[in-house]
C-alpha cells in the first residue's frame, strides 16, 4: 500500500466551481503536512502547509484529521490557472531531525471556461 | 530571491553513459534533497544531505551516488545509464531547523537516456 494516497482524477470542473481533494496517508507517526502544485513539467510548487486545526489561504482551505489520517484541500471560485496536478505530501522522517517529502500521485485537476 | 538552482536543464545520454547532475540550494539551506519523477508519476525521493553528510537514502539505485560539497552545492552522480533512468530529476533545499515547514524545489533536469 502506497504510504500517501489520492484520487488521481481528472476533476474537470466550470469556472467559478468549488472542488474538494482527498488524501490519506498510512504512518499515523507522520507530523507535517502540505499540499503542493504542479504544473506540467514544472517543479512541485508549496500550495500550503496543512495544520491540524484547519487553515485557510485565500480560496484554498486545508483540513487535517489525524485520526483518520485524512487531509483535504478545498478550492473555492475556481479560475482557469487552478489547472494543474495537487499533490499530497506527507513528512516522510518520523520523529528524525530532518525529513525526507513523500508524495501522493497526484490529483489532475482542469477548470474549464 | 534566490531560488535552487539546477543545471543542465535537460541531458541527452545513451545508455550506459554517465551523467552528472549539480544543484546550488538556496543560500543559508543546508538541507538538500534529490528526488526522481518518471513521466506521469510522483516525485520519488533517492537521497538528502545535512550539513554535508547523507542524512537520508531512498529509492536511490546503486548506480547512483551523490554528496554534498562545503559550499553546500550537491551532485548527483549517474553511471551505467538505462531508459528507464529517463525522468526529471529535482533538487530541493531547506533552511537549518525548518524542513517541517516544506521544501523549494528547483526546476529539475530532464535527463533522456536514448
Known amino acids: 500500500r502506497k504510504e500517501v494516497e489520492q484520487d488521481p482524477g481528472p476533476f474537470n470542473v466550470p469556472e467559478g466551481a468549488t472542488v474538494a481533494f482527498n488524501c490519506t496517508y498510512s504512518?499515523?507517526?507522520?507530523?507535517?503536512f502540505f499540499w503542493y502544485r504542479q504544473d506540467c513539467r514544472k517543479e512541485p510548487k508549496l500550495l500550503m502547509s496543512?495544520?491540524?486545526s484547519g487553515n485557510e489561504d485565500g480560496r484554498f482551505t486545508a483540513q487535517l484529521n489525524r485520526a483518520s489520517q485524512y487531509i483535504s484541500l478545498l478550492i473555492r471560485d475556481s479560475k482557469l490557472s487552478d489547472s494543474a496536478t495537487y499533490l499530497c505530501?506527507?513528512?516522510?522522517?518520523?520523529?528524525?531531525?530532518?525529513?525526507?517529502?513523500?508524495f501522493g500521485k497526484g490529483t489532475k485537476l482542469s477548470v474549464k471556461p | 530571491a534566490a531560488g535552487v538552482i539546477q543545471s543542465p536543464r535537460h541531458l541527452i545520454k545513451e545508455k550506459r553513459e554517465t551523467a552528472t547532475l549539480k544543484c546550488y540550494p538556496i543560500?543559508?539551506?543546508?538541507?538538500v534533497y534529490w528526488y526522481q519523477q518518471g513521466p506521469g508519476q510522483d516525485p520519488q525521493f533517492l537521497i538528502s544531505?545535512?550539513?554535508?553528510?547523507?542524512?537520508d537514502k531512498g529509492s536511490i539505485p546503486d548506480r547512483f551516488s551523490a554528496q554534498q560539497f562545503s559550499d553546500y552545492h550537491s551532485e548527483l552522480n549517474m553511471s551505467s545509464l538505462e531508459l528507464g533512468d529517463s525522468a526529471l530529476y529535482f533538487c530541493?533545499?531547506?533552511?537549518?531547523?525548518?524542513?517541517?515547514?516544506?521544501?523549494?524545489f528547483g526546476s529539475g533536469t530532464r535527463l533522456t537516456v536514448v
Open positions: 505530501v506527507v513528512n516522510g522522517n518520523y520523529g528524525g531531525s530532518q525529513g525526507n517529502l513523500i
Open positions: 496543512v495544520y491540524s
Open positions: 543560500p543559508r539551506h543546508d538541507t
Open positions: 530541493a533545499s531547506s533552511p537549518p531547523g525548518q524542513f517541517n515547514y516544506g521544501y523549494t
Open positions: 504512518n499515523s507517526a507522520s507530523q507535517s
Open positions: 544531505f545535512y550539513e554535508k553528510m547523507q542524512s
